[in-house]
């Protein structure tokens, strides 16, 4: 089975050897560099890439990645789409050998890491789909591109291989500024997509427009597509989030409880509705939402779930307002179990401390 890498890349010279190293299992890497000023071309070149430079003007994303596809011979049978800031687990290549198979396979599903916590552990984690056959498949969108099958495929075409996992190293200097304007030109051309709508208002949100944000959640909302109930429920909580940042916290609360409405059986919404009572000091009614947030205990692997409903932040949560309410075992016992979530904080240890003071 003949197996090609293929990527875009602009000045990631810091990146280059490391992925280049973590790609060697595939059988050809390409890649397609839109402009770099720095050695990224030399580095992937010298470590045995083949490259070509080529710049796309207007810039778009789905333009640039079909470009690289392009540069994969036709005779591969899979294609790997990755990103210089992204590092493959080893044996990647062998567990994709051992699930794809040809004549069948159009498309993976695979573990992906989009960030690693400050403490070594996973972030957010979700299934991706960026592998593929080197036929029948095209980008599409300006940003947040996706790829698009000519022709339906079936759940028997889908390879599931979870084993596999690509870890995303974000670089935090690089700016989002060309995201918000590529959103937009996307909602322009795909104005019924209630994903890209979704997108656009999370970027209004992160540009600190808090006023346009709620309008393209709402827009979101009430597309008819929109049938995805945790993607539904993300917008109610975001609009909640946007009218917090606001100073407006009735309203912040209302979307908060319709987040939780729209999915009950996911926990983030739960956990916005605790920060906010908690904040303002309502321990009762923030013990009790923790409380209900905890029993969902099976966590879908898509890119709304949040880590911080998964780690020591409810745990902390609860031991705090148990000790507001007078409740010291109640507030020793989740102090523990927020301890065991992260055991080298050391707030934790000393509220823990504080706390079998008072048993």
Not at 146 to 162: G, M, Q, R, S
Request: neutral net charge; contains cysteine; proline residues 3%.
């Amino acid at each position: 089975m003949k197996i090609c890498v293929y990527a875009i890349c602009k000045n990631e010279e810091k990146f280059a050897e490391r992925w280049m190293n973590s790609m060697s299992e595939a059988d050809g890497i390409y890649v397609l560099d839109t402009g770099s000023s720095d050695n990224t071309v030399s580095i992937l070149s010298k470590l045995g890439a083949n490259v070509k430079t080529e710049i796309i003007s207007p810039w778009r994303f789905d333009v640039a990645r079909n470009r690289s596809l392009q540069l994969v011979p036709d005779d591969c049978d899979v294609c790997v789409c990755t990103d210089l800031d992204e590092i493959f687990e080893k044996g990647w290549r062998n567990k994709l050998e051992g699930s794809w198979q040809k004549g069948k396979h159009l498309q993976a599903n695979y573990t992906y890491v989009w960030n690693v916590l400050p403490n070594g552990k996973d972030g957010i984690t979700f299934l991706y789909q960026k592998t593929h056959s080197r036929h029948h498949f095209k980008w599409v969108y300006p940003v947040h591109e996706v790829l698009e099958c000519d022709k339906e495929i079936t759940e028997n075409e889908i390879c599931h291989c979870e084993n596999i996992v690509l870890r995303h190293f974000p670089d935090d200097t690089k700016s989002r500024g060309q995201y918000l304007d590529l959103l937009k030109l996307s909602v322009a051309e795909h104005p019924e997509s209630d994903r890209n709508t979704h997108y656009l208002a999370r970027e209004y949100m992160f540009a600190g427009d808090y006023p346009s944000a709620i309008r393209y959640f709402k827009k979101h909302l009430n597309l008819p597509t929109a049938t995805w109930k945790e993607e539904r429920s993300a917008s109610y909580r975001y609009i909640g989030d946007c009218y917090l940042y606001q100073n407006k916290q009735s309203l912040a609360k209302q979307f908060y409880k319709k987040s939780i409405c729209e999915s009950p059986t996911t926990r983030e919404g739960y956990l916005a509705l605790a920060k906010l009572l908690y904040n303002q000091k309502k321990y009762f009614d923030c013990y009790i939402t923790l409380k209900a947030m905890l029993d969902i205990t099976a966590r879908n692997l898509t890119y709304i779930s949040s880590p911080e409903c998964w780690d020591e932040t409810a745990y902390d949560l609860l031991s705090l307002c148990s000790h507001y309410l007078n409740m010291p075992e109640e507030a020793y016992k989740y102090c523990s179990l927020a301890l065991l979530q992260n055991p080298q904080d050391k707030r934790l240890t000393d509220n823990l401390q504080y706390f079998r003071s008072l048993l």
